[in-house]
Protein backbone atom coordinates (compact mmCIF):
# COMPACT_ATOMS: atom_id res chain seq x y z
CA UNK A 1 0.00 0.00 0.00
CA UNK A 2 1.02 3.79 -0.59
CA UNK A 3 1.47 5.51 3.18
CA UNK A 4 1.63 9.50 2.71
CA UNK A 5 3.07 11.12 5.85
CA UNK A 6 3.06 14.43 7.35
CA UNK A 7 5.52 16.06 10.12
CA UNK A 8 6.10 18.84 11.19
CA UNK A 9 9.30 19.03 13.64
CA UNK A 10 12.12 16.73 14.79
CA UNK A 11 9.90 14.67 17.26
CA UNK A 12 7.35 14.03 14.63
CA UNK A 13 10.14 12.98 12.64
CA UNK A 14 11.63 10.36 14.89
CA UNK A 15 7.55 8.79 15.80
CA UNK A 16 6.95 8.74 12.17
CA UNK A 17 10.23 7.50 11.35
CA UNK A 18 9.48 4.16 14.40
CA UNK A 19 5.77 3.71 12.43
CA UNK A 20 7.26 3.75 8.84
CA UNK A 21 9.37 0.96 9.83
CA UNK A 22 6.68 -1.01 11.72
CA UNK A 23 4.17 -0.31 8.34
CA UNK A 24 7.52 -1.68 6.69
CA UNK A 25 7.36 -4.98 8.76
CA UNK A 26 3.68 -5.92 8.23
CA UNK A 27 3.35 -4.32 4.80
CA UNK A 28 6.66 -5.73 3.00
CA UNK A 29 5.38 -3.79 -0.30
CA UNK A 30 4.75 -0.39 1.36
CA UNK A 31 5.42 2.67 -0.57
CA UNK A 32 6.52 5.98 1.53
CA UNK A 33 6.33 9.51 0.66
CA UNK A 34 6.08 12.09 2.89
CA UNK A 35 6.91 15.85 4.10
CA UNK A 36 9.60 14.66 7.08
CA UNK A 37 13.01 14.61 8.52
CA UNK A 38 16.06 12.70 7.37
CA UNK A 39 15.18 10.04 10.03
CA UNK A 40 12.34 8.98 8.05
CA UNK A 41 13.72 9.33 4.84
CA UNK A 42 16.76 6.72 6.30
CA UNK A 43 13.77 4.41 6.52
CA UNK A 44 13.11 4.61 2.49
CA UNK A 45 10.56 6.63 0.62
CA UNK A 46 10.56 10.13 -1.38
CA UNK A 47 10.84 13.17 0.74
CA UNK A 48 8.80 16.27 -0.76
CA UNK A 49 9.56 18.73 2.21
CA UNK A 50 11.94 18.68 5.25
CA UNK A 51 10.05 19.81 7.77
CA UNK A 52 11.93 22.50 8.77
CA UNK A 53 11.35 24.19 5.64
CA UNK A 54 7.59 24.04 7.23
CA UNK A 55 8.77 25.25 11.27
CA UNK A 56 7.89 28.62 12.51
CA UNK A 57 7.39 29.24 16.09
CA UNK A 58 5.89 32.43 17.86
CA UNK A 59 3.45 35.10 16.03
CA UNK A 60 6.24 36.86 14.44
CA UNK A 61 8.01 34.13 12.66
CA UNK A 62 4.54 32.84 11.12
CA UNK A 63 3.51 36.05 9.97
CA UNK A 64 6.97 36.67 8.36
CA UNK A 65 6.81 33.63 6.55
CA UNK A 66 2.90 33.36 5.42
CA UNK A 67 3.29 33.44 1.91
CA UNK A 68 6.08 30.56 2.30
CA UNK A 69 3.51 28.44 4.84
CA UNK A 70 0.68 28.80 2.63
CA UNK A 71 2.46 27.54 -0.76
CA UNK A 72 4.10 24.47 1.21
CA UNK A 73 0.13 23.97 2.16
CA UNK A 74 -0.86 24.07 -1.55
CA UNK A 75 2.43 22.34 -3.17
CA UNK A 76 1.40 19.31 -0.11
CA UNK A 77 -2.49 19.48 -0.91
CA UNK A 78 -1.54 18.80 -4.92
CA UNK A 79 1.02 15.95 -4.13
CA UNK A 80 -1.12 14.37 -2.21
CA UNK A 81 -4.21 14.08 -4.53
CA UNK A 82 -1.65 13.22 -7.77
CA UNK A 83 -0.12 10.67 -5.81
CA UNK A 84 -3.41 9.02 -4.24
CA UNK A 85 -2.24 7.28 -1.29
CA UNK A 86 -4.11 4.57 0.13
CA UNK A 87 -3.76 6.43 3.47
CA UNK A 88 -3.36 9.67 4.73
CA UNK A 89 -1.07 9.80 8.27
CA UNK A 90 -1.08 13.12 9.81
CA UNK A 91 1.86 12.80 13.19
CA UNK A 92 1.03 16.10 15.76
CA UNK A 93 1.62 19.49 14.11
CA UNK A 94 -2.08 20.39 14.11
CA UNK A 95 -1.76 24.01 12.67
CA UNK A 96 -0.79 22.55 9.64
CA UNK A 97 -1.74 18.92 9.63
CA UNK A 98 -5.70 20.02 10.41
CA UNK A 99 -5.95 22.11 7.40
CA UNK A 100 -4.82 19.73 5.23
CA UNK A 101 -6.93 16.90 6.79
CA UNK A 102 -9.86 19.58 6.08
CA UNK A 103 -8.74 19.67 1.96
CA UNK A 104 -8.27 15.98 1.60
CA UNK A 105 -11.63 15.00 3.52
CA UNK A 106 -13.61 17.10 1.23
CA UNK A 107 -12.19 16.17 -1.95
CA UNK A 108 -10.95 13.03 -2.31
CA UNK A 109 -11.78 9.86 -0.49
CA UNK A 110 -8.83 9.37 0.82
CA UNK A 111 -8.52 7.78 4.63
CA UNK A 112 -6.77 10.54 7.11
CA UNK A 113 -5.41 8.58 9.75
CA UNK A 114 -4.09 10.35 13.00
CA UNK A 115 -1.17 9.55 14.56
CA UNK A 116 -0.13 11.28 18.08
CA UNK A 117 -3.33 12.99 18.27
CA UNK A 118 -3.79 16.68 18.59
CA UNK A 119 -3.57 17.91 22.63
CA UNK A 120 -6.73 19.87 22.36
CA UNK A 121 -7.17 18.48 26.10
CA UNK A 122 -5.09 21.37 26.82
CA UNK A 123 -6.16 24.54 24.95
CA UNK A 124 -8.11 24.75 21.24
CA UNK A 125 -10.58 22.01 22.57
CA UNK A 126 -13.19 23.92 19.73
CA UNK A 127 -10.37 21.70 17.18
CA UNK A 128 -12.78 18.58 18.25
CA UNK A 129 -15.34 19.74 15.47
CA UNK A 130 -12.62 19.58 13.02
CA UNK A 131 -11.33 16.27 13.61
CA UNK A 132 -14.50 14.47 14.01
CA UNK A 133 -15.19 15.88 10.49
CA UNK A 134 -12.35 15.46 8.83
CA UNK A 135 -9.91 12.73 10.58
CA UNK A 136 -11.01 8.98 9.94
CA UNK A 137 -9.33 7.77 12.93
CA UNK A 138 -7.31 8.78 15.74
CA UNK A 139 -4.47 7.16 17.08
CA UNK A 140 -3.39 8.77 20.83
CA UNK A 141 -0.14 8.15 22.51
CA UNK A 142 -1.50 8.90 26.26
CA UNK A 143 -3.97 7.41 28.13
CA UNK A 144 -5.72 9.82 29.71
CA UNK A 145 -6.98 11.16 25.91
CA UNK A 146 -9.30 8.11 25.95
CA UNK A 147 -11.63 9.92 28.44
CA UNK A 148 -11.36 12.86 26.58
CA UNK A 149 -12.22 12.04 22.94
CA UNK A 150 -14.54 9.22 24.10
CA UNK A 151 -16.18 10.39 27.28
CA UNK A 152 -16.71 13.78 26.98
CA UNK A 153 -16.89 14.29 22.96
CA UNK A 154 -18.22 10.57 21.79
CA UNK A 155 -15.18 10.01 19.30
CA UNK A 156 -13.86 6.74 19.13
CA UNK A 157 -9.71 6.53 18.94
CA UNK A 158 -7.20 4.06 19.49
CA UNK A 159 -5.27 4.32 22.45
CA UNK A 160 -1.77 2.16 20.97
CA UNK A 161 0.95 2.66 24.30
CA UNK A 162 3.57 5.51 24.15
CA UNK A 163 6.73 5.66 21.60
CA UNK A 164 8.75 7.27 24.59
CA UNK A 165 8.28 3.86 26.35
CA UNK A 166 9.82 2.45 23.29
CA UNK A 167 12.74 4.54 23.19
CA UNK A 168 13.55 4.57 26.57
CA UNK A 169 13.48 0.46 26.67
CA UNK A 170 15.38 0.27 23.89
CA UNK A 171 17.88 2.22 25.13
CA UNK A 172 18.43 0.53 28.52
CA UNK A 173 18.32 -2.68 26.81
CA UNK A 174 21.27 -1.84 24.26
CA UNK A 175 23.09 0.49 26.75
CA UNK A 176 24.95 -1.04 30.27
CA UNK A 177 27.23 1.92 30.65
CA UNK A 178 28.36 2.19 34.07
CA UNK A 179 28.99 5.73 35.76
CA UNK A 180 32.97 5.82 36.18
CA UNK A 181 32.65 4.76 32.31
CA UNK A 182 30.21 7.66 31.33
CA UNK A 183 31.87 10.59 33.78
CA UNK A 184 35.57 9.13 31.99
CA UNK A 185 34.29 9.63 28.98
CA UNK A 186 32.65 12.46 29.18
CA UNK A 187 35.30 14.34 31.56
CA UNK A 188 33.69 14.52 34.10
CA UNK A 189 34.37 14.47 37.60
CA UNK A 190 33.22 11.44 40.35
CA UNK A 191 30.37 13.31 41.90
CA UNK A 192 26.74 12.48 41.44
CA UNK A 193 25.44 14.19 38.95
CA UNK A 194 22.33 16.86 38.72
CA UNK A 195 21.05 16.96 35.41
CA UNK A 196 20.00 20.09 33.82
CA UNK A 197 17.20 19.40 30.71
CA UNK A 198 16.53 23.48 29.62
CA UNK A 199 14.65 23.12 26.78
CA UNK A 200 14.78 22.54 23.27
CA UNK A 201 14.17 25.97 22.30
CA UNK A 202 16.15 29.10 22.21
CA UNK A 203 13.51 31.01 24.03
CA UNK A 204 12.96 28.01 26.81
CA UNK A 205 16.55 28.12 27.04
CA UNK A 206 17.07 31.93 27.86
CA UNK A 207 14.24 31.68 30.29
CA UNK A 208 15.06 28.72 32.13
CA UNK A 209 18.69 28.47 32.28
CA UNK A 210 20.08 31.05 34.46
CA UNK A 211 17.53 30.21 37.08
CA UNK A 212 18.50 26.66 37.32
CA UNK A 213 21.89 27.34 37.04
CA UNK A 214 21.54 29.61 40.15
CA UNK A 215 19.28 26.88 42.27
CA UNK A 216 21.40 24.13 42.04
CA UNK A 217 25.15 25.37 42.21
CA UNK A 218 24.37 25.51 45.88
CA UNK A 219 24.41 22.04 45.98
CA UNK A 220 28.72 21.53 45.78
CA UNK A 221 28.47 18.06 46.45
CA UNK A 222 27.04 17.17 43.22
CA UNK A 223 28.60 18.13 39.40
CA UNK A 224 26.07 19.91 36.93
CA UNK A 225 25.57 18.50 33.57
CA UNK A 226 23.32 20.13 30.71
CA UNK A 227 21.73 18.15 28.13
CA UNK A 228 22.85 20.38 24.81
CA UNK A 229 19.66 20.44 22.43
CA UNK A 230 20.01 19.66 18.93
CA UNK A 231 20.56 22.36 16.67
CA UNK A 232 21.59 24.88 19.82
CA UNK A 233 25.09 26.21 19.48
CA UNK A 234 27.38 25.72 22.61
CA UNK A 235 28.14 29.35 22.10
CA UNK A 236 24.40 30.19 22.70
CA UNK A 237 24.43 28.14 25.73
CA UNK A 238 27.79 29.58 26.85
CA UNK A 239 25.94 33.22 27.12
CA UNK A 240 23.10 32.31 30.15
CA UNK A 241 25.71 29.85 31.64
CA UNK A 242 28.53 32.85 33.19
CA UNK A 243 30.72 31.32 35.65
CA UNK A 244 28.29 28.60 36.90
CA UNK A 245 30.63 25.17 36.77
CA UNK A 246 28.60 23.28 34.30
CA UNK A 247 29.17 20.42 31.41
CA UNK A 248 27.32 20.78 28.23
CA UNK A 249 27.01 16.96 26.64
CA UNK A 250 25.36 16.84 23.19
CA UNK A 251 23.44 13.73 21.67
CA UNK A 252 23.62 11.95 24.95
CA UNK A 253 20.51 13.07 26.86
CA UNK A 254 19.32 9.10 27.33
CA UNK A 255 22.99 8.76 28.70
CA UNK A 256 22.63 10.90 31.13
CA UNK A 257 19.55 10.70 32.35
CA UNK A 258 20.86 6.84 33.21
CA UNK A 259 23.40 8.14 35.59
CA UNK A 260 21.66 11.27 36.77
CA UNK A 261 20.47 11.62 40.68
CA UNK A 262 18.32 14.04 40.16
CA UNK A 263 17.09 16.48 37.58
CA UNK A 264 15.85 20.21 36.56
CA UNK A 265 13.59 19.73 33.61
CA UNK A 266 11.22 21.79 31.74
CA UNK A 267 7.68 20.84 30.33
CA UNK A 268 7.51 18.60 27.60
CA UNK A 269 8.76 14.94 26.43
CA UNK A 270 11.69 15.45 28.68
CA UNK A 271 9.50 15.37 32.05
CA UNK A 272 8.01 11.66 30.83
CA UNK A 273 11.73 10.49 29.49
CA UNK A 274 13.11 11.45 33.10
CA UNK A 275 10.53 9.30 34.97
CA UNK A 276 10.81 6.84 32.81
CA UNK A 277 14.68 7.12 33.58
CA UNK A 278 13.54 6.83 37.26
CA UNK A 279 15.54 9.87 38.22
CA UNK A 280 13.28 12.45 40.81
CA UNK A 281 13.05 15.81 38.85
CA UNK A 282 11.32 19.27 39.77
CA UNK A 283 9.20 20.91 36.42
CA UNK A 284 10.57 24.34 35.74
CA UNK A 285 9.01 26.41 33.45
CA UNK A 286 9.66 30.09 33.41
CA UNK A 287 8.14 32.86 31.84
CA UNK A 288 7.69 36.14 31.41
CA UNK A 289 4.90 38.47 33.11
CA UNK A 290 4.78 35.09 35.48
CA UNK A 291 1.97 36.08 37.22
CA UNK A 292 -0.32 37.12 34.04
CA UNK A 293 0.95 33.70 32.65
CA UNK A 294 -0.30 31.87 36.11
CA UNK A 295 -3.49 33.73 35.76
CA UNK A 296 -4.34 32.38 32.08
CA UNK A 297 -3.04 28.44 33.56
CA UNK A 298 -6.06 28.91 36.21
CA UNK A 299 -7.98 29.96 33.81
CA UNK A 300 -7.58 29.59 30.21
CA UNK A 301 -6.20 26.24 30.20
CA UNK A 302 -8.22 22.78 30.43
CA UNK A 303 -6.08 20.63 32.48
CA UNK A 304 -4.71 20.96 36.12
CA UNK A 305 -1.40 20.26 35.06
CA UNK A 306 1.60 20.62 32.62
CA UNK A 307 4.05 17.78 32.88
CA UNK A 308 3.46 14.96 31.09
CA UNK A 309 4.00 13.11 34.35
CA UNK A 310 1.36 14.33 36.22
CA UNK A 311 -1.38 14.17 33.64
CA UNK A 312 -0.91 10.65 32.85
CA UNK A 313 -0.82 9.81 36.98
CA UNK A 314 -3.75 12.57 36.96
CA UNK A 315 -2.42 13.30 40.25
CA UNK A 316 0.94 15.63 41.48
CA UNK A 317 3.90 12.85 40.88
CA UNK A 318 6.14 15.54 40.71
CA UNK A 319 6.36 19.04 41.47
CA UNK A 320 5.42 22.15 39.05
CA UNK A 321 7.00 25.22 39.40
CA UNK A 322 5.55 27.64 36.37
CA UNK A 323 5.36 30.90 36.23
CA UNK A 324 4.91 33.22 39.27
CA UNK A 325 6.09 30.07 41.30
CA UNK A 326 9.58 29.50 39.07
CA UNK A 327 11.68 31.24 41.69
CA UNK A 328 15.47 30.39 42.47
CA UNK A 329 14.35 29.78 45.87
CA UNK A 330 10.97 27.31 45.07
CA UNK A 331 13.85 25.29 42.48
CA UNK A 332 16.50 25.68 45.43
CA UNK A 333 14.47 23.96 48.05
CA UNK A 334 12.38 21.42 45.36
CA UNK A 335 15.79 20.16 44.35
CA UNK A 336 16.86 20.25 48.53
CA UNK A 337 13.83 17.75 48.98
CA UNK A 338 14.43 15.17 46.12
CA UNK A 339 18.33 14.53 46.94
CA UNK A 340 18.13 14.61 50.68
CA UNK A 341 14.53 13.35 51.71
CA UNK A 342 14.31 9.94 51.34
CA UNK A 343 10.82 9.34 52.11
CA UNK A 344 10.01 12.15 49.45
CA UNK A 345 12.11 10.71 47.03
CA UNK A 346 10.78 7.50 47.58
CA UNK A 347 7.16 8.79 46.62
CA UNK A 348 7.79 10.36 43.70
CA UNK A 349 9.53 7.04 42.54
CA UNK A 350 6.49 4.87 43.39
CA UNK A 351 4.84 7.67 41.39
CA UNK A 352 6.52 7.20 38.66
CA UNK A 353 5.85 3.36 38.59
CA UNK A 354 1.73 3.97 38.64
CA UNK A 355 2.61 6.32 35.78
CA UNK A 356 4.32 3.64 33.78
CA UNK A 357 1.84 1.07 34.67
CA UNK A 358 -0.91 3.46 33.24
CA UNK A 359 1.55 3.88 29.70
CA UNK A 360 1.47 -0.05 29.35
CA UNK A 361 3.85 -1.65 27.26
CA UNK A 362 6.41 -0.94 24.92
CA UNK A 363 5.15 -1.42 20.96
CA UNK A 364 3.70 1.72 20.39
CA UNK A 365 4.70 1.78 16.53
CA UNK A 366 3.69 -1.65 16.17
CA UNK A 367 0.07 -1.73 17.80
CA UNK A 368 -0.28 1.37 15.55
CA UNK A 369 0.61 0.09 12.03
CA UNK A 370 -0.92 -3.43 12.60
CA UNK A 371 -4.47 -1.39 13.14
CA UNK A 372 -3.66 1.10 10.57
CA UNK A 373 -3.38 -1.87 8.08
CA UNK A 374 -6.45 -4.04 9.73
CA UNK A 375 -8.39 -0.83 9.67
CA UNK A 376 -7.46 -0.35 5.34
CA UNK A 377 -7.74 -3.87 4.50
CA UNK A 378 -11.54 -3.80 6.58
CA UNK A 379 -11.86 -0.24 3.77
CA UNK A 380 -10.95 -2.38 0.54
CA UNK A 381 -13.06 -5.51 2.01
CA UNK A 382 -16.33 -3.07 2.00
Given amino acids: MKYYLIVGEA ?16 DPQA ?14 GTMVKHYKELAYMGFIPVLLHLRTIFANMKRCKEDIVAWQPD ?3 LVDYPGFNLSIAKYIHARTKIPVYYYISPKIWAWKEYRIKNIKRDVDELFSILPFEVEFFEGKHHYPIHYVGNPTMDEVTAFCASHSETFKEFVESNGLSAKPIIALLAGSRKQEIKDNL ?3 LRAASTFTDYQLVLA ?10 NQ ?10 FGQTFALLQQAKAALVTSGTATLE ?5 VPQAVCYHTPIGKVIAFLKRHILSVKYISLVNLIANREVVKELVADTMTVEQVRAELNRILYNKEYRQQMLDGY ?4 SRLGEAGAPKHAARKMIDLLNERCRE
Avoid: N, W
Fill in 240 to 249: YIGEAKVKII
Fill in 210 to 212: PDM
Fill in 87 to 89: VLI
Fill in 228 to 237: GAPGISPDYY
Fill in 274 to 278: TALFR
Fill in 31 to 44: EFRFFGGDLMAAVG
Fill in 353 to 356: QYMA
Fill in 11 to 26: SGDLHASHLMAALKEE
